[in-house]
């Protein structure tokens, strides 16, 4: 095959790549750069999306039904969701766009020792995880997939959620007028603990704390609200932790037994009121977020996930990082919750408590 004209290794990709790989693929190259641990893998481009709508033949129907969007109507923006994805779900794959994908996931199970490794398909839209717009919670990913086949059906399914409802809406109220999409494919990351971090205390503004929300397994139940996840505050000055509310994790999710997706699992009894980090894993995400702060020069919201049967600090991974984008005004004790609960209020999603 000739030179990829879709594809690059996340390592070769920068900041000044991300109009055409997505905000997620380029924050992910800047990370590799400056030695932060990420998981290898490689980016698909914003062009092979235009080539999967112009192959379908989509775009008037696409531009059709946007059209017929009112922002403050959410009949109007969920039947247009439900109108393109149908169109979208239906449309093949350019046979470019599959080769090469097969190409570069060859490469990655070179890479990684084995013929179909699990991989996580990531989407990466345009101006995703940058300063002056976030989708966070918006746009999808696909965890534990593996072959080429599944990888490309996961890469169409990313491009459908650039259509889903919420995507669609939050387009509209931020005024972007011209969606694609970049995606992200990553060696899995077996998380035995995952979460977020803000390097900087998302309530109160100060940049001598870092705050830390973490439960066990993969980050699909924190994100889900299906777990009220343990919460630390601590300084980045003495690395005291100021705060430490550990909470019943009921749930976690873990690879299926099958090797593809990931499954809900009841958290051992004796796991679900246990603290998931201790104070060498909260030492090494305090060194994490400085590091990832020192590289972009700002506050930072960082996803991480700690490898199940690895040692630390080798089996802490950064997933994404992004700007802390809207820092709320200093609010009294009895106003905070968690950094968690705060992201997710940020987008219209509430936190459950226990």
Known sequence: MSEPRHTRPLAALRRGDSRAFGGKSATL????????????????????FHAF???????????????RVSPG?????????????????????PELVREELATAYAALADEAGMPEPPVAVRSSALGEDGEDATFA??????????????????????????????????????GQDEPAMGVAVQLMVDAEVSGV????????????????????????????????????LVSKVTGEVVRERVHVKEVEYVPDAGGRGAVRVDVPEERKVVACLDRAALEALVDVGRWVEAAFGSHQDVEWAIARGRGLPEGLFVLQSRPVTGLPERRSPAESSTAMGLVMSMFGAGERKT
């Open 53 to 67: 709508v112009r192959e379908a033949g989509l775009d008037g129907m696409i531009a059709a039904e946007l059209s």
């Open 137 to 174: 919670g918006q746009l999808e990913s696909y965890l534990w997939i593996r072959g080429a086949e599944h990888v490309g059906d996961a890469v169409r399914d990313c491009w459908v959620s650039l259509f889903g409802a919420p995507a669609i809406a939050y387009r509209a109220h931020v």
């Open 29 to 48: 190259g800047e990370l590799i750069a400056a030695q932060i641990p990420v998981a290898p893998g490689f980016a698909l481009s914003t062009d092979a």
């Open 197 to 232: 971090l803000f390097t900087c205390n998302p309530v109160s503004g100060d940049p001598s704390m870092v705050a830390v929300n973490a439960s066990w397994g993969l980050g699909l139940a924190v994100v889900g609200g299906e777990v009220s996840p343990d919460d630390f």
């Open 73 to 93: 109507d959410v009949d109007s923006v969920v039947a247009a969701s439900h109108a393109i994805g149908e169109a979208m779900r239906s449309g093949p794959v």
